[in-house]
T-cell receptor, first 111, second 115 residues
């Protein structure tokens, strides 16, 4: 049931782009994206609920495919502050907000 | 506004001792979640409450773990007796559950070390 994230780690130079994927074997109710910096708590980025949805702003956005089994997080023109571990959390159904998190993608942005 | 408050922030104890972790959710939130994070197992949901009622405790590792939510502003996670493999960061999160797909706000976590 745990979603699969890829890649596990990525190193970027400032200004480069990255895509992080989150895949489930089952159709999902929703996908949540969080970022966690070392030694800190996860911080919410966005939620996607509808198949085919795209959300976010110019720099950080996400999509949810039509089958609601895959989501991607897009980081554009990365900044040093984007460094951290990105997690997707998936809800299988609309029951109480139970999230199952992927193993995380460690993103390092270098000057 | 204050976010989710957890105490203690760090706890070092010896194997066999009882450990109690505390959480105060954001005022007005009606859902509360306890997570455990380790390098090996990642971020795992242990138990969650809606309107102070435990909904799903399938993530609780074993009977040594118990959680309570006596009112809307307080929850505890207890480990008795503690073991070295319980060493982890324990997060509490809360959300305002309306129709579904609601943002969870995480507390700063309690770093537990069991010697």
């Amino acid at each position: 049931q745990q979603p699969v994230q890829s890649p596990q780690a990525v190193i970027l130079r400032e200004g480069e782009d990255a895509v992080i994927n989150c895949s489930s074997s089952k159709a999902l109710y929703s996908v949540h994206w969080y970022r966690q910096k070392h030694g800190e708590a996860p911080v919410f980025l966005m939620i996607l609920l509808k198949g085919g949805e795209q959300k976010g702003h110019e720099k950080i956005s996400a999509s949810f495919n039509e089958k609601k089994q895959q989501s991607s997080l897009y980081l554009t023109a990365s900044q040093l502050s984007y460094s951290g571990t990105y997690f997707c959390g998936t809800e299988l159904n609309n029951q109480g907000g139970k999230l199952i998190f992927g193993q995380g993608t460690e993103l390092s942005v270098k000057p | 506004d204050a976010g989710v408050i957890q105490s203690p922030r760090h706890e070092v104890t010896e194997m066999g001792q009882e450990v109690t972790l505390r959480c105060k959710p954001i005022s007005g939130h009606n859902s509360l979640f306890w997570y455990r994070q380790t390098m090996m197992r990642g971020l795992e949901l242990l138990i969650y409450f809606n309107n102070n009622v435990p909904i799903d405790d399938s993530g609780m590792p074993e009977d040594r773990f118990s959680a309570k939510m006596p009112n809307a502003s307080f929850s505890t996670l207890k480990i008795q007796p503690s073991e070295p493999r319980d060493s982890a960061v324990y997060f509490c999160a809360s959300s305002l559950r309306l129709t579904g797909g609601n943002e969870q706000f995480f507390g700063p976590g309690t770093r537990l070390t069991v010697l």
